[in-house]
């Protein structure tokens, strides 16, 4: 079983920044995917960022060249560091590892991003 603990979301004004981190314990294997969703009142979850074990990464466009995904594979880690941001990032944020076929998932942050 595998185990996922975020941490770091809060509030926040317009165009100031936050840093998620998230911590996975339990079954590990090598050659997963670490990265957040986030899911906003009555929409769907949507990809915020992904990254490989091997440093490939993924955005979504609406964060990208904001958001900057990074991981430490040594200690099972992965961080997302979210600047400029805007009320529309407004969300509960979910750390997900992907091993194999199956998602595991994190308990969620919420980043709420108002004046």
């Known amino acids: 079983q595998v185990q996922l603990v975020e941490s770091g979301g809060g509030l926040v004004q317009p165009g100031e920044s936050l840093r998620l981190s998230c911590a996975a314990s339990g079954k590990i294997f090598s050659g997963n995917v670490m990265g957040w969703y986030r899911q906003a009142p009555g929409k769907q979850r949507e990809l915020v960022a992904t990254?490989?074990?091997?440093?490939?990464?993924r955005y979504a466009d609406s964060t990208k060249g904001r958001f900057t995904i990074s991981r430490d594979n040594a200690k099972n880690t992965v961080h997302l560091q979210m600047n400029n941001l805007k009320p529309e990032d407004t969300a509960v944020y979910y750390c997900?590892?992907?091993?194999?076929?199956?998602?595991?998932w994190g308990q969620g942050t919420q980043v709420t991003v108002s004046s």
């Open positions: 997900d590892l992907l091993q194999g076929s199956t998602h595991y």
């Open positions: 990254m490989t074990s091997g440093g490939s990464t």
